[in-house]
């Protein structure tokens, strides 16, 4: 049986998963992310440690690998990746090289988004938008059906849209990002900053806020309504049919979903003269940039696949006729 893993690697971890055909996850191997301020090699060897605890003996069909940052129109390098070592980095041809396995490489987002569109939360609509949030916000445009990579393959980092003028320093070298107001590092610093716990984690203060504490419920409230800011934005740029919400921080559901489904229609324009599109949470949840790295890998060696019958076929003089 054919063995196609999928790799999401983000601001803090490495996740990696082997996916079925129908997108269910069969194992998954996690390793944490060593940060921005390494080698890129010690991000590659996280990957790799994540691979071949999932592979074993076996060979790996492909490998999908959903990376947090901006990855070239053609698939082959990340360009940028303000919380990881990458700049302009080949990174698939050298862990293809590497693991002597076909690899495919997008956008953690994009992957995410290929995945919901798959088996989860976009289902039939045609016209989507995808926001992750996680270490920071990762975001993917779904047109007619299809994920729209834009140009440079760069379309959807909503996360570096300016949102406050001469705000705070981003990690991606602006000033005033979304992503510092509305992701996990927003809301841990949103705690740490009212009740100097200096070590509380984002699922922490999700048991807290559940729980009723007032800080992190007040840590939610900020988050949820900047994000629903956000996407009021979106919504005026690309008129979605439904807006999903993944990455580990849409674990919090209606904490987070609550005050943003508020602040977004208060923020729309128009709002009473327009069909608002729901804010859901992805219905993979923080495992969707893993399954649909798998699911493109997946496709892309079918593909493979088809090309190269029809080239032996060709070449017997049997391929079939029009």
């Not at 016209?127 to 993917?140: E, P, Q």
């Amino acid at each position: 049986m054919a063995l196609f893993i999928g790799v999401d690697i983000g601001g803090t971890k490495v996740l990696a998963a082997a996916v079925s055909s129908t997108g269910r996850v069969l194992r998954t191997a996690r390793r944490s992310t060593p940060g921005r301020q390494v080698e890129a090699q010690l991000i590659e060897d996280a990957l790799t440690e994540a691979v071949e605890e999932i592979a074993g003996v076996r060979r790996p069909s492909a490998i999908g690998i959903a990376a947090a940052g901006f990855v070239d129109a053609q698939g082959e390098r990340v360009r940028f990746a303000p919380h990881l070592p990458w700049r302009d980095e080949g990174v698939r041809a050298r862990l293809a090289e590497r693991w002597s396995a076909p690899v495919v490489l997008d956008n953690d987002a994009n992957c995410a988004a290929r995945a919901e569109i798959a088996y989860g939360a976009v289902g039939d609509a045609q016209h989507a938008l995808i926001v992750t949030l996680g270490t920071g916000i990762g975001g993917a445009v779904v047109l007619d059906g299809a994920v729209h990579r834009g140009y440079n393959g760069m379309a959807g980092e909503f996360g570096h849209m300016q949102v406050v003028p001469n705000g705070q320093a981003c990690e991606c070298g602006g000033i005033g990002c979304w992503e510092r107001y509305c992701s996990g590092n927003a809301l841990v610093r949103h705690v740490r900053a009212n009740n100097g716990a200096d070590d509380v984690t984002g699922p922490e203060i999700t048991e807290a806020a559940r729980a009723g504490d007032p800080v992190a419920l007040a840590a939610f409230a900020s988050v949820g309504e900047w994000l629903g800011i956000g996407v009021s934005n979106l919504v005026e740029a690309f008129d979605p049919e439904i807006v999903v919400v993944g990455g580990g921080l849409s674990a919090a559901d209606d904490l987070l979903l609550g005050p943003a489904r508020v602040a977004m229609r208060e923020s729309l324009v128009g709002a009473d003269h327009r069909v608002v599109p729901p804010i859901v949470r992805a219905g993979l949840g923080p495992e969707a940039g893993a399954v649909g790295a798998a699911y493109l890998a997946r496709e892309r060696f079918r593909s493979a696949g088809t090309r190269a019958r029809a080239r032996r076929q060709a070449a017997r003089g049997t391929a079939p006729r029009r």
